[in-house]
């Protein structure tokens, strides 16, 4: 009796996961073959996320009064398995009011494609290691978009 309630629980549990993650993919905005613009501020960085069909972009300006260090990343990966296709990233110190940017362009079909993007700032002028790296970790921002028809 105890084997077929566990049972049933495992396979309830394995069948919600499955329609959670299903949702997730339906909630994400589709712009297969569209210009989308995205802008996204915290604390102490704003990132605009920028693409189309061909491709994308992730611009991280520092809007802190200090120099900071930021990493900007795109990629552009299948929807199903997140394999990437295509990324760039870049990881520097950003004076004040200056801003860094990374892009990527398609040189694959679009379908069934999703492009992310993903900003990070940190309370430092240098880059960050260590045990404890992530405690100097202000701000992060990531925007996800599938393409497909």
Known sequence: MFRKIKKVFCCSMILSLVVSSLAFAASLPNYYGKNYTYTKSKTITTMVAEGDGNTASTTVKNIAKSKRYYSAYVNRRYA???RVIEKSAKETT??????????VTRYRSTE????????????????????????????????TIKQSK
């Open 94 to 103: 950003v004076e004040a009011g200056q801003k860094i940017a990374v892009a």
């Open 112 to 143: 069934n494609r999703e492009h992310y993007h993903k900003a990070m700032a940190w309370n430092c002028s240098m880059q960050p290691s260590g045990n404890g790296y992530t405690a100097f970790l202000a701000d992060t921002i990531s925007y």
């Open 80 to 82: 199903d398995s997140n």
